[in-house]
């Protein structure tokens, strides 16, 4: 097993975090949520970087701290929905680990970013509403997603996705 970056990508609601951490105690790497690294870094919410400062400011700062973790090894990373799809982040994930997508359906992403709350890009959308979003986002993001290394159906239950990714990321060595 190489000691480079594993990257979680896919979109918001995807179970980046979720299976990040288990997939990083399994491994017995570090776990570092790129989101929870902005907030920390710039002691500010995503929401209230949005709301203040704008997504593109957000899109700079999001792909400074890319950079910044890429430099670390032995680590699992889960990227916010949109990091492969701004600057030139998805060739810095490429070069510098292993990248997993996590794919769901629409129905299921649905159901899951129904009641969120914190997420900007997503709250105080009515159900129809969100329900497009996510369709038109997935439709122009999937062209990124679609160049990770590993691809996984995430629609299934956390410790047979954990199980599937182990079993991809030693094949992929
Ligand atoms: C975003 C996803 C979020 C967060 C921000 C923007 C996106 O991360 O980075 O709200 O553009 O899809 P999660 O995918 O962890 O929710």
């Given at each position: 097993m190489s000691a480079k970056c594993i990257y979680l990508i896919g979109f918001m609601g995807s179970g980046k975090t979720t299976i990040g951490h288990a997939l990083a105690k399994a491994l017995h790497y570090e776990f570092v949520d790129m989101d929870h690294y902005i907030e920390k870094q710039q002691q500010l919410?995503?929401?209230d970087i949005f709301m203040q400062q704008g997504e593109e400011s957000f899109r700079l700062i999001e792909s400074q701290a890319l950079d910044q973790l890429s430099k670390d090894?032995?680590?699992?990373?889960?990227t916010g929905g949109?990091?492969?799809c701004f600057h030139d982040n998805m060739s810095i994930i490429r070069q510098s680990g292993v990248s997993i997508y996590l794919k769901c359906s629409i129905d299921s992403l649905h159901q899951r970013l129904?009641?969120?709350q914190e997420r900007p890009l997503v709250s105080n959308k009515s159900d129809k509403e969100l329900k497009r979003y996510i369709r038109e986002t997935l439709s122009t993001r999937k062209e990124f997603y679609q160049k990770a290394d590993i691809r996984v159906i995430a629609d299934v239950e956390i410790a047979l996705l954990l199980r599937k990714i182990l079993k991809k990321i030693s094949h992929n060595n």
């Open positions: 919410s995503i929401a090894k032995n680590i699992v990373i889960s949109g990091t492969p129904k009641h969120s």
